[in-house]
């Protein structure tokens, strides 16, 4: 009873040295740490923004709000709020080299870096856990296909699963909570929780990552959209690869978390983790919000070369083939046909264009007059609706 008495007099003695410690100055990697924070978090602000705006004014009458938006701003909330606990992060030590800390305080500062790393790390977690599931519901809004929406569905049960057995061996591994950062404030049933959940998280991060990438791959093939359009989802959900890559790239820091193992440059080493985690995070929430923005590119997704990519011959400014130019026939004693032009067409706003659940039809009427190949007058005319 006594030792763990004066085990955790020592605890607070550390943490009391360590909330007392000057800044270091930020230089050199912890500069770049920053500014790559700071980038990040601005356009995923601009183009969560823009993805909002695009819902609810450029929708037309009728909203295309869904649990997709819902998400994804969601997952942009939490953004900030890890950013801020980052940029503290910097200021008292993280990405700075050995040489850079005051001789005899590294430990002092590994303590309070750590504790500003946890609350990133929770914060960051959920943003992307929420971002992936929006990227999950916005691929299940393109396609109605069963297969392809077991394979997203059992995407998100992974990882949901994930997350919360993450957050129990965080929340269990050591007692109490502040011992994850400092140790002798307690004792750490799970001696090394933290790097069993970073390499476990980073893993199920990336396969969801990969899998919500590849699936619209084989999905849109299928879909009625302009080929350019299909081409620009493809790309940007591919962002999410470079987010996985991020993932992993990260892992090969996980090991600067044992710091009697690895003393040395561990500061540098948690700014190299951490820095890929942002990169994961920020790159997410930006993919997830960029596909509604096609509304702003109209003119090149529909200049395209239409939505099955073929066409049967000259075509009217709507897109269609020019039913006309198939009189030229008629010399030869063949049908004519001509069109009886209706209303205009309306064309669907690009915010319902990914569905492929619209019934979209139109009814042409045609007039069939046949003739000899002498000139007579006509001998036959027929009525009849086509629609298609």
Known sequence: ?????????????????????????????????????????????????????????????????????????????????????????????LGAHDSQVPDGMLLYYQVRVKEYMFYFEMIYFASSVLTKLAMALMILRLSATKFYAYIIWGNMAVLSVNALVCLVIMFVSCSPIPALWNEKLGYCRIKQGWIIISYAGSVVLAMVDWTCAITPFFMLRDLQMPKRRKITIQIILSLGMIGSAAGLVRMGYYHAYDTEKYPIKSLHNWGQTILWSVLEAGLGVIACSLPPLGIFFKKFYYNSSGISGRKSGPTTGDGGTQLESLGGLQKRGLPSLRRKEGPPWNRLDDSHSTSSQQNIMKTTQIDVETSSAEGDRPQDRRKGNSTY
Do not use: C, N
């Open 1 to 93: 009873m006594e030792s763990l008495r004066s085990r955790s007099e020592e605890g607070e003695r550390i943490s009391e040295i360590a909330h007392s410690l000057p800044p270091i100055p930020v230089e050199g990697f912890t500069k770049v740490i920053q500014a790559i924070s700071y980038l990040l978090g601005a356009l995923a602000t601009i183009i969560v923004g823009l993805r909002v705006y695009v819902r609810f004014k450029r929708s037309g009458s009728q909203r295309a709000w869904g649990w997709d938006d819902i998400f994804a701003v969601a997952g942009w909330l939490p953004l900030w709020p890890s950013i801020v606990f980052l940029i503290f992060a910097t200021q008292w030590g």
